[in-house]
């Protein structure tokens, strides 16, 4: 209803036991109870689980446009969560609940765990994968504590790197929280199942539980995509060419339902900003900046984006961090959006460019190109890579990272007009 709460016409109860062992039963009529009348017509599928991989791989293959049956469910498992410190204060401790978030499901979130910095989750978590491809599962980390239920770290499972571990599984493991403190961790595994494809009837062929799928047919995945998802080992020395492009769908933070945004760029102890874009929530900067990179130091980038104000201190419009290991091992990304974290909306537009050389300068043929000529990106077809977690998540160790030389002060910027 439009103006009440919505009225309850009745339910139905099916056994499992009764489909599990049809296989497949369609048009069925159920009954409603609890109600003086009525009936719901349903078709049921019974789905097998395999852990072999290439059931995943050839069901992702040969997908139709539209196609929205699943292909595969995956496991999580929340151990716990540790190292949730405010920078701001110390002293503060969250009351943390972990959010997970899928590309076609609602979002599911643990119990919240109430004023600790290390909350102990052990819950579960089942779900549906319907593009092994494209399908990731991101997991925030949330301040139940806050008005806002702010987001104090996250990380991401994408799906076809799972299903290139061996048995489909991550096992019980630390992941690095991006948006907290450096020794924010998430304990957590996962694990991959494929999904058989339900038979037509029971009566015409036989139950997906007696049917086994064997196939010989090599996988070949579409060659592009690559790009966005793999890392190099460590963090190796160099010069990063940044280019900031814009921003879009930030949040009104003045009066009048605009912003004056800028950015700020930081890596161990450089620092630059861009300029100021007055009274915008879609700014364009397109400034560029050369990072200097120390071998085995910091593996992030940090993008900072503010609402400049005359008066008082400026206001946090959310932030992303960019990992060095992918830059040098691509050689080239343009045109990456980031979905901005610790705000309500917001995503940003950058390119950068590896240079083993410390001593490069700006090339002449390599230049970026500018935010006019920026066109949306294609969602990529992504195939097999390696693990994500030994790389992207890897949880550094003080014990295992020499410290870094000491680097300048002043990050060297070039403003592009």
């Given at each position: 209803?439009?103006?009440?709460?919505?009225?309850?016409?009745?339910?139905?109860?099916?056994?499992?036991?009764?489909?599990?062992?049809?296989?497949?039963?369609?048009?069925?009529?159920?009954?409603?109870?609890?109600?003086?009348?009525?009936?719901?017509?349903?078709?049921?599928?019974?789905?097998?689980?395999?852990?072999?991989?290439?059931?995943?791989?050839?069901?992702?293959?040969?997908?139709?446009?539209?196609?929205?049956?699943?292909?595969?469910?995956?496991?999580?498992?929340?151990?716990?969560?540790?190292?949730?410190?405010?920078?701001?204060?110390?002293?503060?401790?969250?009351?943390?609940?972990?959010?997970?978030?899928?590309?076609?499901?609602?979002?599911?979130?643990?119990?919240?765990?109430?004023?600790?910095?290390?909350?102990?989750?052990?819950?579960?978590?089942?779900?549906?994968?319907?593009?092994?491809?494209?399908?990731?599962?991101?997991?925030?980390?949330?301040?139940?504590?806050?008005?806002?239920?702010?987001?104090?770290?996250?990380?991401?499972?994408?799906?076809?790197?799972?299903?290139?571990?061996?048995?489909?599984?991550?096992?019980?493991?630390?992941?690095?929280?991006?948006?907290?403190?450096?020794?924010?961790?998430?304990?957590m595994s996962a694990s991959l199942r494929g999904l058989l494809p339900p038979q037509c009837?029971?009566?015409?062929?036989?139950?997906?539980?007696?049917?086994?799928?064997?196939?010989?047919?090599?996988?070949?995945?579409?060659?592009?995509?690559?790009?966005?998802?793999?890392?190099?080992?460590?963090?190796?020395?160099?010069?990063?060419?940044?280019?900031?492009?814009?921003?879009e769908e930030l949040e009104k933070k003045d009066v009048g339902g605009k912003s004056d945004?800028?950015?700020?760029?930081?890596?161990?102890?450089?620092?630059?900003?861009?300029?100021?874009?007055?009274?915008?929530?879609?700014?364009?900067?397109?400034?560029?900046?050369?990072?200097?990179?120390?071998?085995?130091?910091?593996?992030?980038?940090?993008?900072?984006?503010?609402?400049?104000?005359?008066?008082?201190?400026?206001?946090?419009?959310?932030?992303?961090?960019?990992?060095?290991?992918?830059?040098?091992?691509?050689?080239?990304?343009?045109?990456?959006?980031?979905?901005?974290?610790?705000?309500?909306?917001?995503?940003?537009?950058?390119?950068?460019?590896?240079?083993?050389?410390?001593?490069?300068?700006?090339?002449?043929?390599?230049?970026?190109?500018?935010?006019?000529?920026?066109?949306?990106?294609?969602?990529?077809?992504?195939?097999?890579?390696?693990?994500?977690?030994?790389?992207?998540?890897?949880?550094?160790?003080?014990?295992?990272?020499?410290?870094?030389?000491?680097?300048?002060?002043?990050?060297?910027?070039?403003?592009?007009?």
């Amino acid at each position: 209803d439009d103006r009440q709460d919505d009225e309850f016409l009745g339910r139905a109860k099916i056994q499992t036991s009764v489909v599990a062992e049809r296989g497949y039963i369609e048009g069925y009529w159920v009954d409603l109870v609890d109600t003086e009348s009525g009936k719901v017509q349903v078709t049921l599928s019974w789905l097998s689980v395999i852990d072999d991989s290439s059931t995943v791989k050839t069901a992702a293959k040969h997908a139709k446009p539209n196609d929205d049956s699943a292909k595969g469910l995956v496991h999580i498992y929340i151990d716990s969560c540790s190292g949730l410190f405010n920078q701001r204060d110390p002293t503060y401790k969250p009351s943390p609940m972990v959010r997970l978030i899928s590309n076609h499901e609602k979002s599911q979130q643990s119990w919240p765990k109430y004023y600790t910095n290390d909350p102990i989750i052990e819950q579960g978590f089942v779900m549906l994968i319907r593009a092994p491809y494209t399908d990731e599962i991101k997991i925030d980390v949330i301040d139940t504590a806050s008005k806002k239920d702010d987001v104090i770290g996250t990380c991401t499972i994408r799906i076809w790197s799972l299903i290139e571990q061996p048995g489909m599984e991550y096992t019980l493991q630390p992941w690095l929280l991006k948006g907290n403190s450096p020794d924010a961790k998430i304990v957590m595994s996962a694990s991959l199942r494929g999904l058989l494809p339900p038979q037509c009837s029971p009566r015409k062929g036989q139950r997906p539980s007696e049917a086994g799928v064997k196939t010989t047919e090599s996988f070949s995945a579409p060659t592009s995509g690559l790009s966005d998802l793999t890392y190099d080992d460590k963090v190796l020395p160099g010069r990063i060419r940044l280019l900031i492009h814009k921003a879009e769908e930030l949040e009104k933070k003045d009066v009048g339902g605009k912003s004056d945004p800028y950015v700020v760029i930081s890596y161990e102890t450089q620092r630059a900003e861009t300029q100021v874009c007055k009274k915008t929530i879609s700014p364009v900067w397109d400034h560029e900046v050369w990072v200097d990179i120390t071998e085995n130091g910091d593996n992030q980038i940090t993008l900072e984006l503010f609402d400049k104000d005359k008066i008082g201190k400026d206001e946090k419009m959310g932030r992303t961090t960019i990992d060095v290991r992918r830059i040098s091992k691509q050689k080239k990304l343009s045109q990456i959006w980031d979905t901005l974290i610790g705000c309500k909306s917001g995503k940003i537009l950058w390119s950068a460019e590896f240079f083993f050389d410390t001593m490069a300068q700006e090339p002449d043929n390599t230049n970026f190109s500018k935010t006019e000529e920026v066109v949306a990106a294609p969602v990529p077809n992504v195939i097999p890579v390696k693990s994500p977690y030994r790389e992207e998540n890897a949880v550094k160790r003080d014990d295992d990272i020499p410290k870094p030389p000491a680097i300048p002060d002043e990050l060297p910027d070039v403003d592009q007009t």
